[in-house]
Structure formats: structure tokens, C-alpha cells
């Protein structure tokens, strides 16, 4: 759920009037900033926390409490008297026992472990730009960050950035991180903030109720995906989990339909077969990994005379056969996901071949391709945009790219909160296409598949950046390698 600055501010209201102390609200949410901190950050080092007056810092020094047990090494940083702080948080300040910067922060040598820094110079509460002496401390803040590798973790929402809009202000703070606390912010997934929010994560609480009339879309989380994909039964076979057909790969481009396939067998298949025309059938069948079935096709039309529960069309597909590709479109009736080169076909020849479609669709665009969809109409708004094209069309979209968006008529407009820089590079889509087959050949609608594709996906890709990949090296393969861990993580309700 996204909340407006007012919604969330009644919702915090509410809480209290229900007698609910803010100490007890302080202590979870530093306690599950502590966690965010430690899954992106394995290792201790050092955490320095830029503290305002307010109780977001509060939350930090309760954070940093948790991260000291730990091995962490703690530096408060803040121009503020400690009898300037809130009564609260003077009080988490000083259980903290920690080090008072008050002059600037210039790390000079490599630091034993990360260093990060956590964002809790403004709350909810305040308004208009940065102002001295925090408007110093955020550029400090960004310093750090472009020439000592530090990292931040913004708390609530990054200081400077307006949380309703998503407009930054001069400064704004450029954080790596965002925990936001109770709900999203509707400014965290505008297209203006990305840059500034990085990676969200909600800090959820039971205390804090769920307001009816909030509207604005949702964010995808763990706790969220796990409750629509249960575990599997104990007596599971392979005939229960589904037959995922690929119709992927032509000369050139023989990777799209390897990364594809692995995709759908790590995503839980039952069976994954991949249709081969003749051009291609003798190198894919040699080449491919052994649990992929490669089946011999004349033509794409082929795959009607097959059992299949889920069809992935598109990925390396190339050119010449654009007619049959429009057929299987248009007339399979089982769920779909039609991504590359069958979404520029479909450009191409018009949205009426997916209005006409006789099963369910999921189309998997980027940026580039949303755009052919939309005749070469810009797009200025991604949200905007995804929702407007499911209204007109009954399809499932799942807009790719920093904040991947997903809509469908009558649902919820959900954001990934999951991925990384690392993934901008070609055959990640495969992946994903392979993916959401699987996860469509089990059983879940074309929503629940994009959903958590999108956020398997870009946990995998998380979980290799921590585990020694860099934004430099991470290729697909490191992804599929993951995506094992990834599942584990979504059953644990990570962040």
C-alpha cells in the first residue's frame, strides 16, 4: 500500500490514540532496520548514523544499538546538543553509548568492513528544502558515498526528497538504501526518485492499521509474495507442477533460448520442453542443459498438438515468423508470456492480436519495447503508463527496469522493491520470461507470476552482488545460480 505524507501521518495518529507507546513502536522498527542493514551488509563494520532532532533518529540509534551487539562499530553524526533531541530519542541516544562527530566526516582510509551510513536527518513531518546545518550534512553524506564507497541507508524516506511527490530538492540526499517505516511513501516509486531511493524495504508493524482508502498501488514484498505462493505438498510429482513449453532462440541468438529454459527449470516446471525449428534444432538439442526436453518443430503452430500448461514465446525469436508467432498470440489458450521479439511482432502488426488472445496474457516489455507498443509515444510516467495500457488492454503487464511495475485492470498497480544495477545487461528478460512460464505452468495467474518473477529475480541478482559479484561482472548465469536462494529468501520474508 502507498500512503500519502497526510495518510500515513493519521495512520501513526491512530496508533498512538489506541494506546499504542512509541517506544514499543521505536524499538521494532530500529530492530527490523538493524536486519535490513545486516542483509544487504553480512559483515560488520563501521555504521555512522546522521541524526535530526526527530524520532527517525530515534529509530537509527535503536538500529545501531542492535548493529554495536553485532561487531558493528558506531559514529553519531549531528549538529544538534543531545537535550535537543526529542525526549524519545535522546533517550535511545543515550543507552547507544556512542561517539559524537561534530565535525565533518572524511574517511581517509579503507575501513576494516562496509561502511554505511544511515539517513536519519528529517522526518515525516518536515517540509520544503534541506536547510543548514543539515543541508551540509547530506552533501557530506553524498561525498562519502562517491569517493569512500560508502553506502546509505535512508530511513523512511532519503532527507530532501518530498515524499509525496518524489521530487528531490537541492540538496537530496542519494541514498543506496531505503527502509520506509508502517507504509510506502507514494513519492519512493516515482520516477524522479529512483536515483535518490535505490533498493526500498518496508519496515512493516502490526501496530500500524491498514487505512481503507488508500489507493495508490502497493509495494511487492516478501511477507506479501509468500502468503499467494504456499509451499508444495509433500506427495508433489512432476505432473503436478506443470508443463512449461519455450518458444525461444534462432540462429545468433541461441543464448536467449538457453537462458530461457534454465529460467523455467529453476522456477519449478514440471516439465520444461523447448520447440526447435529445423535452422536451430541440431544445435540446441546438443548444446542445451539436460533437463530441457528440445522438440523438433516445422513451424510454431507445432506446439498446438502438445500437452502444455504454460507457454513463454519470444526470447531470441528473431525474424520469419511473424505470422505463426501472432498465431500462438492470438490462439493458444493456455496462460502466455510474450516478451522481445514477439512483443516487437506484435507492435508491428497491432494490439488487437493480444485483445483477441484466447488465453491469458503476461507482456514482459523494457523500456524500448513499452514504447513500440505504444506507436513511439513517450513514456512520462510509468505508472501512468502501465495502468493505462492494462485499462484499455486485458492483458498483465510487467513493465521492466529500476522500479519494474506491474498492473493489470482491476488490481492493484504494484512496484518491485527488489534488483540492482548489476542486472543492466542483456539476457536478464530471458531469465524472467523462463521464470514466469514455470511459475504460470503451476498454477499461478498471469499477476501472481509476474509478481514474483519480478522479485525473485531481483533478489538473485542481491544476493550474488553480496555474495562477491560486482555491478561490473554480474551476468544472468549468476542469476539463475541464485534463484535457489532467492525462493529461500522470499519463504523467510526477507526484505
Not at 521492466?400 to 542483456?426: D, E
Not at 531481483?458 to 555491478?471: H, K
Request: proline share 6%; with cysteine.
Amino acid at each position: 500500500m502507498l500512503l500519502t505524507r497526510a495518510e500515513m501521518q493519521h495512520v501513526e495518529q491512530a496508533t498512538f490514540s489506541r494506546g499504542i507507546p512509541a517506544d514499543v513502536l521505536m524499538e521494532t522498527i530500529g530492530a527490523k532496520l538493524a536486519r535490513f542493514v545486516t542483509q544487504f551488509f553480512p559483515r560488520p563494520g563501521l555504521v555512522v548514523c546522521y541524526a535530526g532532532k526527530g524520532h527517525n533518529a530515534g529509530d537509527a540509534f535503536v538500529a545501531a544499538r542492535h548493529l554495536a551487539m553485532l561487531g558493528w562499530r558506531v559514529l553519531v553524526r549531528t549538529p544538534f546538543q543531545e537535550d535537543e533531541f526529542a525526549p524519545l530519542t535522546r533517550a535511545k541516544f543515550d543507552v547507544l553509548h556512542s561517539s559524537v562527530l561534530r565535525d565533518p566526516f572524511r574517511p581517509s582510509t579503507p575501513q576494516d568492513g562496509p561502511l554505511v551510513q544511515l539517513d536519519a536527518l528529517v522526518g515525516l513531518g518536515s517540509q520544503g528544502s534541506l536547510r543548514e546545518p543539515l543541508a551540509s550534512l547530506a552533501l557530506e553524506m553524498n561525498g562519502a558515498r562517491r569517493d569512500a564507497n560508502a553506502k546509505t541507508v535512508a530511513v523512511d524516506f532519503p532527507s530532501g526528497l518530498d515524499p509525496e511527490t518524489g521530487i528531490p530538492g537541492d540538496p537530496c540526499v542519494e541514498a543506496d538504501f531505503t527502509a520506509t517505516v508502517g507504509f510506502a511513501k507514494t513519492g519512493l516509486v516515482a520516477d524522479a526518485a529512483v536515483n535518490h531511493v535505490g533498493r526500498l524495504g518496508l519496515l512493516d508493524s502490526p501496530d500500524f492499521l491498514r487505512p481503507e482508502a488508500a489507493d495508490a498501488g502497493e509495494l511487492l514484498t516478501a511477507p506479501m509474495l509468500r502468503r499467494q505462493w504456499p509451499p508444495r505438498a509433500f506427495d508433489t510429482n512432476k505432473g503436478m507442477c506443470g508443463r512449461a513449453v519455450l518458444l525461444a532462440g534462432s540462429r545468433g541468438t541461441l543464448g536467449a533460448a538457453h537462458l530461457c529454459a534454465a529460467g523455467a527449470v529453476r522456477g519449478g516446471a514440471g516439465l520444461v520442453s523447448l520447440g526447435a525449428l529445423p535452422d536451430v534444432y541440431d544445435l540446441l538439442a546438443v548444446t542445451m542443459i539436460p533437463e530441457v526436453m528440445v522438440r523438433p518443430l516445422t513451424k510454431l503452430t507445432d506446439i498446438f498438438n502438445f500437452p502444455v500448461d504454460a507457454i513463454g514465446i519470444g526470447p531470441g525469436l528473431g525474424s520469419g515468423q511473424e505470422a505463426r508467432t501472432l498465431r500462438v498470440v492470438r490462439e493458444a489458450p493456455c496462460p502466455a508470456v510474450v516478451d522481445a521479439d514477439a512483443l516487437t511482432v506484435i507492435a508491428h502488426a497491432g494490439l488487437q492480436h493480444v485483445d483477441q488472445a484466447k488465453g491469458p496474457r503476461l507482456l514482459t516489455p523494457h523500456p524500448g519495447e513499452m514504447q513500440r507498443l505504444l506507436a513511439g509515444r513517450k513514456i512520462s510516467n510509468r505508472g501512468q503508463v502501465a495502468r493505462g495500457f492494462t485499462d484499455k488492454h486485458a492483458v498483465t503487464l510487467l513493465l521492466k527496469g529500476a522500479r519494474t511495475v506491474i498492473a493489470q485492470r482491476g488490481l492493484p498497480l504494484r512496484f518491485n522493491t527488489t534488483g540492482h544495477p548489476a542486472m543492466a545487461t542483456g539476457g536478464m528478460g530471458d531469465v524472467l520470461t523462463g521464470l514466469c512460464t514455470a511459475l504460470l505452468a503451476q498454477g499461478a495467474d498471469t499477476y501472481q507470476a509476474a509478481s514474483i518473477g519480478a522479485w525473485v529475480c531481483g533478489r538473485a541478482a542481491e544476493i550474488a552482488v553480496v555474495q562477491g559479484a560486482s555491478t561490473e561482472s554480474l551476468t544472468p548465469s549468476d542469476v539463475l545460480e541464485k534463484l535457489g536462494s532467492a525462493f529461500r529468501s522470499l519463504r523467510a520474508g526477507d526484505f
